[in-house]
């Protein structure tokens, strides 16, 4: 049974960093993506950032150039995102994603395995 584990959300004032991670187990596949997506109340699922098995990544033009995702080298079952100079309207809950064809869309209705979601507050 796949399971998609968040860790590392909390509160933090407007200009500062956080660093959310994703442990994935269970997934026996070759081909893999492990996306974050983020959504706050009354509005829909979106993506943020999305990396593949061959380490290629994307990330929405709403967090480029202050989000970055990453795979841990050594503990390639963890997924790393990392924010800076967050904004209040980053504030979400955000959740981990995978699907297992290695694709790099943020169409949140493409993934099937999901987390329960970590939340992120940014206050300003």
């Known amino acids: 049974q796949v399971r998609l584990l968040e860790s590392g959300g909390g509160s933090v004032q407007a200009g500062g960093s956080l660093s959310l991670s994703c442990e994935v187990s269970?997934?026996?596949?070759?081909?893999?993506?492990v996306a974050w997506f983020r959504q706050s109340p009354g509005k829909e699922r979106q993506g943020v950032a999305v990396?593949?098995?061959?380490?290629?990544?994307?990330i929405a033009d709403s967090v480029k150039g202050r989000f970055i995702i990453s795979q841990d080298r050594r503990r390639t079952t963890i997924f790393a995102l990392e924010m800076n100079n967050l904004k209040p309207e980053d504030t979400g809950t955000y959740y981990c994603?995978?699907?297992?064809?290695?694709?790099?869309?943020?169409?949140?209705?493409?993934?099937?395995?999901w987390g329960q979601g970590t939340p992120v507050t940014v206050s300003s």
């Open positions: 990396m593949n098995q061959f380490g290629y990544s994307t």
């Open positions: 994603a995978a699907r297992a064809d290695g694709a790099m869309g943020l169409t949140a209705s493409s993934y099937t395995m």
């Open positions: 269970g997934f026996t596949g070759h081909y893999y993506s």
